[in-house]
Nanobody
Framework: VQLQASGGGLVQPGGSLRLSCAAY????????VGWYRQPPGKQRELVAT?????NYAESVKGRFTISRDIAKSTVYVQMSGLQPEDTAVYYC?????????????WGQGTLVTVSS
């Protein structure tokens, strides 16, 4: 499964960006899709996921909104009120489950830099 992330870039504090993740498979076949990020020098962390319910990291609640377009097989995260601490490589994520097991898939990452 390929996940193609896009939309990263340089934005000033307080600005907005929308990240997109196109899946080369129908996203409604996945148990969970979403976004993680890896700030410089830190471990990868949850941003938001959507499956049977939507789950946000506390640090992005009220600022980020995850959504999906099943027809386009694309997952989005709309990010507003961006702060320097949001600077990270953002990875899209999908989990596919069978009766026997679950497999995680990761996109290649897109860099978001929040700086003045």
């Amino acid at each position: 499964v390929q996940l193609q992330a896009s939309g990263g870039g340089l934005v000033q504090p307080g600005g907005s960006l929308r990240l997109s993740c196109a899946a080369y498979r129908s996203i409604d076949s996945f148990k969970t899709v979403g976004w993680y990020r890896q700030p410089p020098g830190k471990q990868r962390e949850l941003v938001a996921t959507i499956g049977s319910r939507i789950n946000y990291a506390e640090s992005v609640k009220g600022r980020f909104t995850i959504s999906r377009d099943i027809a386009k097989s694309t997952v989005y995260v709309q990010m507003s009120g961006l702060q320097p601490e949001d600077t990270a490589v953002y990875y899209c994520y999908a989990q596919y489950c069978t009766i026997e097991t679950c497999i995680d898939f990761w996109g290649q990452g897109t860099l978001v830099t929040v700086s003045s």
